[in-house]
Each structure stands twice: as C-alpha cells, then as structure tokens.
C-alpha cells in the first residue's frame, strides 16, 4: 500500500506539470487576451476622453486624437511590460513554475490581488455547498436506494424509476432555473433569495438569525445540487443491495430464522455500502468540480466556480491557472483517497499485485 501511494504521489506531479503546458499553449493561442482587452479599454477611454473634450476639435481633426490613431508603441510596450508579456512565452512558462513550486500563483489582472488571497477567499463558499449537498445526497439515496432494492419491480419501485430517470437525464442547471423561476421572484412566488449567499445585513443578525438566513439562501441551491445529484447514488446502493442480498450468505442467514431486517442490516448492509462508501471521492469530485461550477453561477455565489468563469470571461492568466492547479490537485488527492478507501474497505482488492 504505501509503495502504491508513493507512487502516485509521484505521478501528480507530471500530470500537473502537463496539464498546466496544455492549458497555458493554448491560452497563448486564443484571441483576446489581458493585452488586448487593456488596449481596447485604453482606446475607448482616450477615444472618449477626446469626444467630451469638443465636439469642434473632433469634427476639425478627428485623426489628431490618440483614441482614432490608436495607442503608440511605447504605450503598447508598457502595457505588455505591465502584464508580463514582454518577455517570450517559455520564459513566462518556467517563471510560472518557479512560482507554483513555492505555492505563489502570482497577482491577478484584474483584481489586483495575490492569487493565493483570492482563492482562500472564495474556497469556504464552494466547500460549504459542496459538502452540505454531498450530505444531502447520500441522505436521500441510500435510504431510497435500499428500498427500492428491497421491493425490486414491485409499485414502489416502478414509480420512483421515473424520478430517478428526470433526475439522471436533467442537468443540474435546468432544476435551477425552474426553481428560479416558481420559488425566487421569477413568475410565481418569492419565498426565497434570488443569489447571493447572505443578506446584505447579515453582519447585523444575531447567531441564530445569521444561521437562518444563511440556510434561507442556501435552499434552493441545496434543492438544486440534490436534485442534480441523487440519482446516480440512488442507482448505484440499490443495485449493490441487491447483489449481495442474492448471495447464499443471506439466503444462509435467513435459514437460520433471522428476520429480513436483522439480515439488511446485521449482514448486507455493511458489505453493500462498501463500493457506495469508496465512490465517495468520486461523487465529491463530480459535485466540487461540475456541480458547484453551474450553481455558482446561476444563483451568483461567490465561490471558486464562480470565481474561476470570471477568470475565464477576464482573461486573466494567473487567476486561470491558480484555479485549475488547485482543482486538478484536488481531483488527483481525491481520486488517490478514493483508491485507497477501495483496498481498505475491501482487503482482496490489491493494487500493487496487479503493478499498479
């Protein structure tokens, strides 16, 4: 076991090394850069600088003005100097990765912040509804999915199939704007906040209304991610319940006069959550990094996914490339635990046997 962990380890660090050449190729590649949006900005400010400066001086020389000529080159120059693009593209690269080895993502573009500040900012955001939605999930699907497993093709079964079937087809993003639209002022009812995680006034609020407040704007967030996300969890612990109950150790306890519930739970259960147990990594991987992105989004809370589409829409490289470092060593962490909660839960499971 700890050979195999050593090893992987090892391996996050070339995985992380290619995965950032790839994305950093191409945003050099892709139109539209921190340049470009600077001198544009540049341009329609001196351009409209020059216009409330005279409508007679425009319309006398309207190519005299800075804004209609464009910027010069010395000002282009800075601008690049400014965000480091006056140096060749692998040297930008191998600084980025001096930096990264002592955890320093650098400063971003736009918001004049250490990368590190922005992202420890943000992260409580992300995390607070990724795991309260993890806990909501399983809250709901195991006991679903045990007894759907329990009363396999009977009415019961049969009826949740289709709400397990809409919650597996609808993407998480759908159920946000429906419940926007009935539940948040959108055409129906107002019960709760549209975006945001707190109330402007939330400093002012006692423990108890501060602890209210913050589950009020979390609701529909909440009901969304849960939504989105039990199905699969709810397929999965019901057909794992229903492998082991027919093995002939259950069939073995039921002879000797044990009742059905004694057998789930004393027998089954504990050999049935295993594969739902070690799945957890996984689920949390899918609901951080695919889930939480959308959510953020839509109900504009100010989280990592959030934070990284600006970085996106902006632009901004070291704000970019902090959030996909941080996200993909998460992926990679957790994918490991996941593997290692696989052997530990289930000892026949052997990793280094098959050179892993």
């Known amino acids: 076991m700890g050979t195999y962990i050593l090893k992987r380890l090892l391996l996050i660090i070339p995985t992380l090394f290619l995965i950032l050449l790839i994305n950093f190729v191409v945003v050099q590649i892709a139109p539209g850069g921190p340049v470009e949006q600077a001198i544009q900005q540049a341009e329609s400010f001196q351009g409209v600088g020059a216009a409330q400066g005279g409508g007679e001086v425009a319309k006398s020389s309207n190519s005299n003005y800075q804004g209609a000529r464009g910027l010069s080159d010395d000002m282009v120059e800075k601008i690049k100097k400014q965000y480091g693009f006056d140096q060749p593209a692998y040297l930008r690269f191998w600084i980025m990765l001096k930096g990264y080895a002592h955890l320093d993502f650098g400063t971003s573009f736009f918001k004049d912040k250490p990368v590190t500040q922005l992202l420890l900012e943000k992260m409580p955001v992300s995390l607070s509804l990724g795991l309260w939605s993890t806990l909501l999930i ?165 989280g990592l996914g959030l934070l990284g589409f600006e970085a996106i829409q902006q632009r901004d490289y070291p704000l970019i490339f902090g959030t996909l470092f941080l996200f993909t060593l998460l992926g990679l962490v957790l994918r490991l635990i996941s593997d290692v909660l696989y052997q530990i839960i289930d000892p026949r499971i052997s990793f280094e046997s098959r050179g892993n």
Not at 244 to 249: A, P, V
């Open 138 to 302: 399983y809250l709901v699907s195991i006991p679903l999915g045990i007894k759907k497993a329990r009363q396999h093709g009977q009415f019961f079964d049969k009826s949740t199939s289709l709400l397990l079937a809409v919650g597996y087809a609808v993407p998480a993003f759908v159920f946000a704007i429906l419940l926007i639209v009935f539940f948040a002022g959108g055409t129906y009812f107002q019960w709760f906040p549209l975006q945001g995680l707190v109330s402007d006034n939330f400093h002012e609020l006692s423990v108890f209304g501060k602890v209210k407040d913050y589950f009020w704007h979390m609701t529909l967030p909440l009901i969304t991610m849960v939504l989105g996300g039990f199905a699969g969890l709810t397929y999965l612990t019901k057909y794992s319940f229903m492998e082991e109950l027919s093995k002939q150790y259950v069939l073995a306890a039921r002879a000797k006069g044990l009742n059905d519930r004694r057998v789930l739970y004393g027998h089954v259960f504990r050999n049935a959550m295993l594969i739902v147990i070690a799945g957890l990594p996984e689920a949390l991987i899918g609901i951080f990094f695919v889930g939480n992105l959308f959510i953020e989004i839509i109900f504009n809370l100010d």
